[in-house]
């Protein structure tokens, strides 16, 4: 008996680590500021200091979920809300317990100011995010704490309300302490001043707010981002305010929902693009790529789907990680049966079921990929020319319109990238304020150029050209037809360069689209962290035509709506497909002699 109490309290051991390395090895910024944190709770004392994982600050919402709070429907209804081991530890503890040290208010406070709660139907985001709310409202320590749902009308946002007037009911605690005022859906909390409310898409009428906490219930119902917006744009005022999103994936790739749920997907892939904001996102994949990329960025987790068959059931725990436990297995199998008999039915499936975006469009540079292949990093441009000078490459060339972007790309032999970019100065303050402020910087360090008025100087191109001419053996340039016929004729009539006719069809954009993406996955080429080509990287979009998934081709962002540029990418296209066909050039000092070395 004595040697299995061992054998238990060792497992018990193990796993308490390995769960404690899993907290301690998730990405935060590198800030040694700050004391010892010294929080304490029922005993245990946090010793860590700068940013880190705050177990008691964890411990004390969890533990506020399991005694003071019960599940108020399906087949855990009245029993108390004890956190699955996802809930708990994918989601409350790093919510909650990541910290930071504040200058401002010489105190940790928590790290994560903004969340998103992306997963299927019926996976419990209502209750869950009713008691994040709950918590917020009696258990922070805020004094006139200001909570809020708010969806696109008062049905909705009963949806997150009516869970958390049901614990509040339901809790003896809760029940003592909170008044519910019907007429208009408010929790109130006397003790404190206190109030936990409703709120609806008339956002011009809710402004005024402090928010202490606040949920947006499903985005896809948003038709735009104003509610957010007047939220977003109201804090400031307390300690560690949360705004959070819970929601299941739009169908609508154009809306303010798609962009949000976008950009949860890019941080959750790179933390640092926003550190004081938290990720929960379980999609099911919609291409290989996707499926690679959940498999780098969460290598081991037993929940990974296996393959891109929606019909496999080893696939359907990522985006319900609730499947099994509350989420009935069966229900799952009967709407996938369902789900075969139309087209109308497999598509209410994948988006609600699988948490999936029916689009043909897909995002297709995963940020982690992107980085990988930076090499060495260049502070400015002209860093580069040394070491590449003399070397052989293929031109890519991208001429937009007068008014907008032009890029050009050298594809090396050996990997290297390199980038140039024109724009008339009438554009700078345009994309600068579409990319907070960073694009007159890039501009500034060289890595745009900027020609006067507000055309494109086309001579400007010609000569930049003609330089790289002279400092590369350019084997080939590819081009886009639609440059023109009068662009061809003047690089050809100064460099005497081969210059090859292309375009962004599936037919000449697959093969190097596929070579660019093999060539990425296997680290082979090196951008030396070119922030523009980094920026375009991000924008590119991806489509396959719906009866063949082989082909691919760039998607062109509608660049007065959404100031998306990714110009720089089919450039690099176009430069692969000089390559792919390959071709001969002598060495630039074998041409011009030891005397072109000047």
């Known amino acids: 008996m004595s040697q299995e109490r061992t054998s238990s309290t060792t497992a018990e051991a193990d796993a308490a680590d390995a769960i404690a390395e899993f907290h301690?090895?998730?990405?935060?910024?590198?800030?040694?500021?700050?004391?010892?944190?010294?929080?304490?709770?029922?005993?245990?004392i946090c010793c860590k200091r700068g940013a880190h994982y705050?177990?008691?600050?964890?411990?004390?919402?969890?533990?506020?979920?399991?005694?003071?709070?019960?599940?108020?429907?399906?087949?855990?209804?009245?029993?108390?809300?004890?956190?699955?081991?996802?809930?708990?530890?994918?989601?409350?503890?790093?919510?909650?317990?990541?910290?930071?040290?504040?200058?401002?208010?010489?105190?940790?406070?928590?790290?994560?100011?903004?969340?998103?709660?992306?997963?299927?139907?019926?996976?419990?985001?209502?209750?869950?995010?009713?008691?994040?709310?709950?918590?917020?409202?009696?258990?922070?320590?805020?004094?006139?704490?200001?909570?809020?749902?708010?969806?696109?009308?008062?049905?909705?946002?009963?949806?997150?309300?009516?869970?958390?007037r049901r614990m509040v009911e339901l809790s003896p605690v809760l029940r003592k302490r909170l008044q519910h005022i019907k007429n208009s859906m408010r929790l109130v909390d006397a003790k404190t001043d206190s109030v936990f409310t409703v709120i609806t898409a008339d956002a011009d009428g809710e402004l005024g707010h402090n928010p202490s906490g606040f949920c947006l219930d499903e985005l896809l119902s948003q038709p735009d981002a104003s509610l957010w917006d007047a939220m977003d744009t109201a804090d400031g005022a307390r300690l560690q305010e949360l705004l959070f999103v819970a929601t299941t994936e739009t169908n609508l790739p154009l809306s303010f929902g798609a962009a949000m749920i976008d950009e949860a997907e890019r941080i959750q892939e790179d933390p640092s693009r926003s550190p004081h904001t938290f990720v929960f996102c379980r999609k099911m994949p919609a291409n290989q790529d996707q499926l690679d990329r959940l498999h780098r960025l969460f290598e081991g987790h037993p929940d990974l789907p296996v393959s891109l068959d929606i019909w496999d059931?080893?696939?359907?725990k990522w985006p319900n990680p609730a499947l099994g436990e509350f989420l009935s297995l069966e229900a799952m199998r009967r709407s996938a049966l369902g789900a075969k008999?139309?087209?109308?039915?497999?598509?209410?499936?994948?988006?609600?079921?699988?948490?999936?975006?029916?689009?043909?469009?897909?995002?297709?540079?995963?940020?982690?990929?992107?980085?990988?292949?930076?090499?060495?990093?260049?502070?400015?441009?002209?860093?580069?020319?040394?070491?590449?000078?003399?070397?052989?490459c293929w031109a890519g060339l991208d001429l937009s319109s007068k008014l907008d972007?032009?890029?050009?790309?050298?594809?090396?032999?050996?990997?290297?990238?390199?980038?140039?970019?024109?724009?008339?100065?009438?554009?700078?303050?345009?994309?600068?304020?579409?990319?907070?402020?960073?694009?007159?910087?890039?501009?500034?360090?060289g890595?745009?150029?900027?020609?006067?008025?507000?055309?494109?100087?086309y001579q400007r191109i010609y000569e930049d050209i003609a330089r790289d001419h002279e400092r590369y053996v350019i084997v080939s340039g590819t081009y886009d037809k639609w440059s023109g016929e009068p662009v061809r004729q003047t690089i050809q009539e100064l460099t005497g360069m081969d210059m090859v006719e292309s375009n962004t069809?599936?037919?000449?954009?697959?093969?190097?689209?596929?070579?660019?993406?093999?060539?990425?996955?296997?680290?082979?080429?090196?951008?030396?962290?070119?922030?523009?080509?980094?920026?375009?990287?991000?924008?590119?979009?991806?489509?396959?035509?719906?009866?063949?998934?082989?082909?691919?081709?760039?998607?062109?962002?509608?660049?007065?709506?959404?100031?998306?540029?990714?110009?720089?990418?089919?450039?690099?296209?176009?430069?692969e497909d000089g390559a792919m066909r390959g071709g001969d050039a002598r060495s630039v000092y074998e041409e011009r002699g030891l005397s072109s070395l000047g």
């Open 341 to 392: 008999k139309s087209k109308r039915a497999e598509s209410a499936f994948r988006q609600f079921k699988l948490n999936m975006r029916e689009a043909n469009a897909v995002r297709w540079i995963a940020l982690d990929l992107w980085n990988a292949n930076a090499g060495e990093v260049a502070e400015i441009p002209e860093d580069l020319v040394p070491q590449l000078e003399g070397k052989r």
């Open 447 to 457: 890595w745009v150029t900027v020609t006067e008025g507000d055309t494109i100087d």
């Open 24 to 44: 301690d090895s998730r990405w935060r910024p590198i800030d040694p500021d700050g004391p010892v944190c010294g929080y304490k709770l029922r005993g245990k």
């Open 54 to 164: 705050c177990e008691p600050r964890a411990d004390r919402v969890v533990f506020f979920f399991r005694e003071h709070l019960r599940h108020v429907k399906g087949a855990l209804r009245r029993k108390p809300f004890v956190l699955r081991p996802w809930q708990e530890h994918e989601l409350i503890r790093p919510l909650f317990g990541e910290v930071v040290w504040s200058h401002e208010w010489q105190r940790y406070v928590r790290r994560y100011r903004r969340g998103f709660i992306i997963m299927s139907r019926k996976n419990g985001k209502s209750e869950i995010a009713a008691g994040i709310l709950l918590y917020l409202l009696v258990g922070d320590g805020e004094e006139s704490a200001e909570v809020y749902t708010a969806a696109k009308d008062k049905d909705q946002a009963q949806k997150i309300f009516g869970p958390a």
């Open 405 to 445: 972007l032009t890029a050009w790309c050298l594809r090396f032999e050996d990997g290297d990238l390199l980038w140039r970019f024109w724009i008339p100065e009438s554009m700078v303050d345009v994309l600068d304020k579409h990319t907070d402020d960073k694009f007159g910087q890039w501009c500034d360090d």
């Open 505 to 575: 069809t599936y037919e000449r954009m697959t093969p190097p689209m596929k070579e660019a993406m093999r060539k990425l996955k296997a680290v082979e080429y090196r951008h030396h962290g070119n922030p523009v080509a980094a920026w375009m990287a991000d924008c590119l979009e991806a489509k396959h035509p719906t009866d063949d998934p082989e082909r691919i081709r760039p998607v062109k962002p509608m660049r007065d709506t959404s100031h998306k540029r990714i110009d720089g990418m089919p450039a690099l296209f176009f430069a």
């Open 313 to 316: 059931e080893r696939n359907w």
